[in-house]
């Protein structure tokens, strides 16, 4: 590869770390491109590196257009835009950025537990409102010790929540593919009766088209009206349409939600309901943890292109 190469950035928000590579790399924008068939048809042939994210991705039909493509560097532990299958098979590597965000992840699932069983956002507004006065308190809330969570998906991230849940004073079981035999949490094999068994179910897993709507409706019926969901991992997990209809009908007590099916589009009905607290996909969202991913995505790059190992490659 020459000193000074091409690469294609196809999301917004690696724009500042990309910057540091500028004295590297010749960066074309495809995410604000008036005309993206044009810009491929101009720098196509160009480009050896994609930067991109978890969300926007790279698929089959871009890589295509890209004939020496080389790799593509995600800015995100999520890949599920990107389409592994056709990277694997035309040879393209496809590094990650794990571990440095299971911390702020971890921390505002337990930020929007608390949140929703305390009321939070509720009582901000009220105190706002001028509604606290010595003949009116707020409602009484619940709190999260003694109640039972369930993770779905004890990987990187779920152990850091079941660690500080365990901090909260909550039991933690957990449902998985695997049984792990070495974490001190109870295994249920199936969904679905560990969605019986708690108070609290929470999504972190990866989006691909094995986990679809893993949370169906039926696991949702089975956390039942008074267990809460939290999903910090990706809208695709949940199905959608039936967690909106189960709260309206009361038949599912409460939502935290993080992502959604159809970012940054969010079901309206959510929107107007008490049971519920909403959040614009922030789990990594800090100034220390996204510089860290930007720092290990542009550290997975710049192995690539000295002939290094890469750091923390998928495929
Ligand atoms: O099943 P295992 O033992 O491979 O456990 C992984 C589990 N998992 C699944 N469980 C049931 N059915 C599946 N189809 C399935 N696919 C994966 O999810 C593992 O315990 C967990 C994922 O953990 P990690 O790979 O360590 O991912 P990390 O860093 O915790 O992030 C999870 C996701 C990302 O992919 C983003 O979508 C989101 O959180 O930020």
């Keep these: 590869m020459s000193k000074f190469d091409h690469l ?32 491929l048809d101009d720098i196509g042939e160009k480009i050896r590196v994609v930067g991109t994210n978890g969300h926007d991705g790279c698929s089959r039909e871009l890589m295509e257009r890209l004939p020496n493509l080389e790799m593509i560097g995600c800015y995100g532990v999520g890949y599920d835009a990107i389409d592994i299958e056709a990277a694997r098979e035309k040879g393209i590597r496809v590094t990650n950025t794990p571990d440095v965000l299971s911390d702020a992840v971890a921390e505002l699932t337990v930020g929007l537990m608390i949140s929703l069983a305390r009321q939070i956002p509720q009582s901000d507004q009220f105190v706002r409102a001028g509604e606290w006065t010595p003949s009116n308190s707020y409602a009484l809330t619940s709190e999260l010790t003694g109640k039972t969570a369930g993770i779905l998906g004890l990987g990187r991230i779920g ?29 249920y094999s199936d969904l679905t009766e560990m969605a019986t068994a708690v108070d609290w179910l929470i999504v972190i897993m990866p989006g691909d088209p094995g986990t679809e709507k893993i949370v169906s409706k039926s696991v949702l019926k089975a956390l039942g009206a008074k267990g809460n969901l939290v999903n910090v991992a990706r809208g695709s997990l949940v199905d959608e349409d039936a967690m909106v209809e189960l709260l309206q009908s009361g038949d599912l007590g409460g939502a935290a939600l993080d992502v959604f099916a159809k970012e940054p589009t969010v079901p309206d009905a959510l929107k107007s309901m008490n049971n519920v607290v909403l959040s614009p996909h922030a789990g990594s969202a800090t100034v220390k943890t996204r510089t860290g991913m930007g720092e290990l995505a542009i550290a997975n790059i710049l192995a690539h292109t000295d002939g290094r190992p890469l750091i923390t490659q998928v495929v």
């Design 8 to 39: 294609l950035l196809v999301s917004q928000n690696f724009e500042n770390q990309i910057q540091l590579l500028s004295d590297r790399f010749k960066i074309h924008r495809y995410y604000g491109a008036d005309d993206k068939n044009a810009l």
């Design 159 to 187: 152990k850091e929540v079941a660690r500080r849940l365990q901090g909260m004073k909550m039991r933690v079981i957990y449902h998985g593919r695997t049984h792990q035999k070495d974490e001190p949490y109870v295994y």
